[in-house]
């Protein structure tokens, strides 16, 4: 489109107090020759949008630069359909943060104020990916537990088509086997509910329900997937716009236990999930004879909060076993009955089911290692942490091990991506092998035809959550929702809840797919990768490096992108060697006009020039939390947010050391074992990248402590300023850069 552009610079919130809202108006008019410039005392106000709205329509303006408050706040006011915007962030960035009045401070305002406009140049508007096929809004429930069947109920309730599909040959999942539940209100045990919800599931004429089934394959992304279902020999294909999966969980084997807990050694020791299948409708006896019980046991943590065994806590287990021992005291309150625990925990509304066990006489027994010992009757020895002493418990009927729980994803080998990573890394540069590859195991679920695998990655203790912070229910395939126990460990109350999640989740994928738009976390973005392959050299580094496999290859290793897999971080931008990769409203050469754009001053003129590369999930609201706070910080610096620090190209700091800027310093998501990048890896890629640029200053002859790497979190605001005013100390101390005034 031909563009008009418009600049409206707002001077409220304390802007027009600290900056000279005239000069900055002439770097808009006089020096951008842009034809049309307003400011406002209030622009976000009726009547300012009122003025944007009335230069739109009359005199056509279809590029709006507004400078203003922070482009993270009153992003839905200033959101105009069908016209490039950009945001100068005058606000947090310039005027809660430095000094009013100041030469500095204006010439902060004005760079930021170019490289706006630099970037709508650069910028053209974005268009809505439209496949070759229709969009789906169908949602496919692998799964037919307690998690799945709410799922599929829930998205149908709310209009949606769904496919429900379950291994085995009745719906209903473990609950099946379970005669009664604890749940909320935990007053007192419950008769389980699940034949009611199985009906409810089969009964609904949009949910389409395939039991004894797998999915054998699944090909494409959100809204296109094409999923294939084998039944009894035979297979049905679906065209679906989104997953949920709720496989489930399984026992911790218990024969992997230590002989301390004596599973095995007598038939009369049993698990928490053999208690619930032998007696489902069933008296509770002595499984050895099947006499009646008077003497039981529940020993908590068998395998769990174990290095060696499952290091998590199963979260139900204690519930599990007040509820089972409960209903022992119910069947015959003469019974002995003992909770042998190294922690209760009974969260929530679920401390009345503990009150309730105290009651009927449930003992307690804190110790941190049980032993059980099967020498003639079956004894149980604990040391009474409470109590200070070592205390027998005989003649004991039955012994309950709570084992856990272990998501079914932890099934299968453990090498699918190694291999991949290695095959397509090749010989020649394994030295730049980037970040460790995911875990795929082959368990058999999805089946996803990706060149990054067949299941998603199994991550901490094998689950497939992508451990978001701010994105639960995601997974690190787009479109794909995990839910439920094979999410983490977790009690009835918690699998409904996340039933309904994961459905809502997989309607705002199907719903902001259909319009072309990303989900979380760039949640509403049109813009996607555009690919030139005319320039590719197959090197593969955009489909090992994409976070979410949204680029599959073809039998030549040319990348094939999946655009509605993508959620558009720029990975691939930053690992393209050539610079092939782009979007419409964000591109190598858009974040290189935009640092051209700065204006330098000499060096006797005693003004360092900081370039700060700042991811905007953590980093750049970090900043605008210190402006937020009054908090100053060193004029110097000049940021431009990035979508994702692993978008960053090395040719930006080759650009900037080139135009005289004296250093850079690249803010970045905390990456690591509690990582938060909401791209998975962009930190962890940027920070291996950054390894490289020594290479490229040493062929500039600077030093390499002008390009610095930092992780910072969003609450680590208070620190920024005097990270920053170090920087700016230590790029003193070197001196100015040598290419200024070239």
Known sequence: MEKKTAVYICSGCGIGD?????????????????????????????????????????????????????????YDVFNYENCIVDRVNLREQVAWCQKPGEEDTQMMAEDYLRMGLAKVRGMTLPEPFKPEQEYSKDILVVGGGLTGLTSALEAAKAGYKVVLVEKEMELGGFQRKVKQIAAAPYKDLQDNTIDELVRAVNEHDKITVYTGATVERTEGGPGIFDVSIKQNGSSSEHHIGAIVMAAGWQPYDPTKLDAAFGFGASPNVITNSMFEEHFSDAKITRPSDGNDVKNVAFLQCAGQRDPKHLPYCSSTCCITALKQAIRIKTQDPDVNAYIIYKDLRTPGQAEDLYRKAQEVGVTFIRCQSPEVKTNGSLTVEAEDELLGETVLIDNLDLVVLATGMVPVTSIGEDVYAKAQMEESKGEKDKDELAVPPDVIRRSNILNLDYRQGPELPALHDDFPDSHFICFPYESRRTGVYAAGCVRRPM???????????????????????????????????????????????????????CPFGAINEDDKANPLPQPTRCRRCGVCMGACPERIISFKNYSVPIIGDMLKAIEVPEEDEEKPRILVFACENDAYPALDMAGLNRMQYNAWVRVIPLRCLGSMNLVWIADAMSKGIDGVLLLACQHGDDYQCHFIRGSELSNIRLSKVSETLDRLALESERVRFENISIIDYNKLPALLDEFAKSLEEIGANPFKGW
């Open 18 to 74: 600290v900056l000279d809202i005239d000069q900055l108006s002439k770097v808009a008019t006089d020096e951008n020759s842009v034809p049309i410039c307003q400011n406002h005392s209030n622009l976000c106000s009726e009547e300012g949008v009122a003025l944007i709205k009335k230069d739109i329509a009359d005199e056509g303006v279809n590029t709006l630069v507004i400078a203003a408050c922070s482009p993270r706040v009153m």
């Open 491 to 545: 009690g009835i109350g918690n699998c409904k809840e996340d039933g309904a999640g994961a459905a809502m989740k997989a309607i705002q994928c199907v719903e902001l797919t259909s319009q072309g738009a990303a989900v979380h976390p760039r949640a509403g973005d049109l813009s996607y990768p555009e690919f030139a392959m005319q320039r590719c050299t197959q090197c593969k580094r955009c489909t090992v490096e």
